[in-house]
């Protein structure tokens, strides 16, 4: 008699737990009749995509797979699917939580499902990432970094304070200063425990302490960002130090070549350094140079991703300084060093563009083809942030973060602009096109 009620018990409980699940179950999506740019392929192929809650449960060509009741099906016949875009370089925190959200929101309709912050408020970027992460807000997922650097920049830049207020700057969680007699793994460990992805490592840090920061952050499994430069280490050491992502090709390569390098910090006038950067800029630099050739050999072999920014220089009205970046991300990209795509300066508080979409139209510019400009802010960017495994490309098993656009971006890469839907883990919103900003470079 005790079996036979625990039989039927047990009957219940899966016949009622079965009931349940179907109540609350999620509806599946099914774009249909799209070219989806998979990312993995470098060309599109005809298909359909079911999405199932979150994640993308199947990519097939067959069109006779078994529709479910609850399904909501997109006919995209002439549209275009990439994945998600992720902005590599963002500064989110420097106004209000308000203004963080609407302009994370303005991203997300725009196209960015991802973004990567290079240092700001470690207790708005833990909020922000939590409500992206479980759509309290809409936009996108919020990856960010603590910044580890040295006295002089906690000293001398006014930035720290103003993303520290109310504690103090250089000796909290999100940002530490530091020197050779710093508790590194205790700093990793709260950056860890505030729910950073990364360590950033900053200005007037040697050689001996990027090597010791970036162990400690790798033995967390936290990964490693940093400027391409940082005097008083030059590129090859940073890269050599196990740096993931390395920021601004901007006169990366001179700072190799360069006799003696200078932080921001050694001059006493603005003029004096600027007259500094001037010399650096001067510098010629090609892959026939022997310590030109060393350093990219040395960043393809440490798997250590060129995070360009030639927005930046754009941006900043810097005309050489632009071609400069777009020559050294160029050899860089001819030498097998994998690119990623941020914009550092997220959007245009004036006219809400996204410029994302002017980083990938720069990076085609300075070389890239088409396919490998998505790349970089898809499936490279994914990886520089260690999250290659749910994000970047279309595949089955990862989250459905992907944009439904009216034109082939293989063809004309403005044509990112054109972005009729939105998918951020499974949930669509209806997406903006901005092609009225795309720019002729
Ligand atoms: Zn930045």
Same mark, same amino acid.
């Given at each position: *008699?005790?079996?036979?009620?625990?039989?039927? *018990?047990?009957?219940?409980?899966?016949?009622? %737990?079965?009931?349940?699940?179907?109540?609350?179950?999620?509806?599946?999506?099914?774009?249909?009749?799209?070219?989806?740019?998979?990312?993995?392929?470098?060309?599109?192929?005809?298909?359909?995509?079911?999405?199932?809650?979150?994640?993308?449960?199947?990519?097939?060509?067959?069109?006779?797979?078994?529709?479910?009741?609850?399904?909501?099906?997109?006919?995209?016949?002439?549209?275009?699917?990439?994945?998600?875009l992720?902005?590599?370089?963002?500064?989110?925190?420097?106004?209000?939580?308000?203004?963080?959200?609407?302009?994370?929101?303005?991203?997300?309709?725009?196209?960015?499902?991802?973004?990567?912050? *290079?240092?700001?408020?470690?207790?708005?970027?833990?909020?922000?990432?939590?409500?992206?992460?479980?759509?309290?807000?809409?936009?996108?997922?919020?990856?960010?970094?603590?910044?580890?650097?040295?006295?002089?920049?906690?000293?001398?830049?006014?930035?720290? %304070?103003?993303?520290?207020?109310?504690?103090?700057?250089?000796?909290?969680?999100?940002?530490?200063?530091?020197?050779?007699?710093?508790?590194f793994?205790?700093?990793?460990?709260?950056?860890?425990?505030?729910?950073?992805?990364?360590?950033?490592?900053?200005?007037?840090?040697n050689?001996?302490?990027m090597?010791?920061?970036?162990?400690?952050?790798?033995?967390?499994?936290?990964?490693?960002?940093?400027?391409?430069?940082?005097?008083?280490?030059?590129?090859?050491?940073?890269t050599?130090?196990?740096?993931?992502? *390395?920021?601004?090709?901007?006169?990366?390569?001179?700072?190799?070549?360069?006799d003696?390098?200078?932080?921001?910090?050694?001059?006493?006038?603005?003029?004096?350094?600027?007259?500094?950067?001037?010399?650096?800029?001067?510098?010629?630099?090609?892959?026939?140079?022997?310590?030109?050739?060393?350093?990219?050999?040395?960043?393809?072999?440490?798997?250590?991703?060129?995070?360009?920014t030639?927005?930046?220089?754009?941006?900043?009205?810097?005309?050489?300084?632009?071609?400069?970046?777009?020559?050294?991300?160029?050899?860089?990209?001819?030498?097998?060093?994998?690119?990623?795509?941020?914009?550092?300066?997220?959007?245009?508080?004036?006219?809400s563009?996204?410029?994302?979409?002017?980083?990938?139209?720069?990076?085609?510019?300075?070389?890239?083809?088409?396919?490998?400009?998505?790349?970089?802010?898809?499936?490279?960017?994914?990886?520089?942030?260690?999250?290659?495994?749910?994000?970047?490309?279309?595949?089955?098993?990862?989250?459905?973060?992907?944009?439904?656009?009216?034109?082939?971006?293989?063809?004309n890469?403005?044509?990112?602009?054109?972005?009729?839907?939105?998918?951020?883990?499974?949930?669509v919103?209806?997406?903006i096109?901005?092609?009225?900003?795309?720019?002729?470079?």
């Amino acid at each position: *008699m005790k079996h036979i009620i625990l039989i039927l *018990m047990f009957l219940l409980s899966i016949t009622s %737990g079965y009931s349940l699940d179907n109540e609350n179950v999620e509806p599946i999506i099914i774009l249909k009749n799209a070219t989806i740019l998979d990312m993995v392929s470098d060309v599109g192929r005809k298909g359909t995509v079911i999405i199932n809650g979150q994640i993308i449960q199947k990519i097939t060509s067959e069109n006779d797979f078994e529709t479910p009741s609850n399904a909501i099906t997109y006919d995209l016949t002439g549209k275009f699917i990439i994945p998600g875009l992720i902005d590599n370089h963002v500064h989110i925190t420097h106004g209000s939580l308000k203004q963080a959200q609407d302009n994370l929101e303005t991203a997300l309709m725009n196209g960015v499902t991802g973004v990567r912050d *290079m240092g700001g408020d470690g207790r708005m970027l833990a909020l922000l990432k939590r409500n992206m992460l479980i759509g309290e807000n809409n936009g996108p997922d919020v990856f960010f970094s603590t910044i580890i650097a040295g006295i002089k920049f906690f000293e001398n830049d006014p930035r720290p %304070g103003q993303v520290a207020l109310g504690a103090e700057a250089g000796n909290v969680s999100w940002q530490w200063a530091i020197d050779k007699n710093s508790d590194f793994d205790s700093m990793v460990l709260q950056a860890k425990g505030l729910g950073a992805t990364a360590i950033k490592i900053y200005t007037d840090v040697n050689k001996s302490l990027m090597n010791k920061v970036s162990q400690a952050a790798k033995k967390q499994g936290l990964k490693v960002w940093a400027h391409a430069s940082i005097a008083p280490t030059r590129p090859l050491d940073v890269t050599n130090a196990g740096v993931d992502v *390395m920021s601004h090709a901007g006169d990366f390569i001179q700072y190799e070549l360069a006799d003696d390098i200078k932080d921001r910090y050694a001059f006493s006038s603005k003029a004096e350094a600027t007259k500094y950067k001037d010399q650096i800029g001067s510098i010629e630099f090609d892959i026939g140079n022997k310590k030109v050739k060393t350093l990219l050999s040395a960043m393809k072999k440490n798997n250590s991703y060129l995070d360009a920014t030639l927005w930046v220089y754009t941006y900043r009205d810097d005309e050489s300084a632009l071609i400069r970046a777009q020559k050294a991300t160029r050899l860089a990209y001819q030498h097998g060093v994998k690119i990623v795509a941020g914009s550092d300066h997220m959007i245009n508080e004036e006219n809400s563009d996204i410029n994302i979409h002017n980083e990938l139209a720069l990076l085609v510019q300075a070389g890239l083809t088409n396919i490998d400009a998505l790349r970089a802010a898809t499936t490279n960017n994914a990886e520089g942030i260690g999250e290659e495994s749910n994000i970047g490309s279309i595949e089955e098993g990862k989250l459905a973060n992907l944009l439904v656009i009216s034109s082939d971006p293989l063809l004309n890469i403005t044509n990112t602009r054109k972005i009729q839907y939105v998918f951020k883990r499974g949930k669509v919103y209806k997406g903006i096109d901005s092609s009225r900003f795309a720019k002729k470079y």
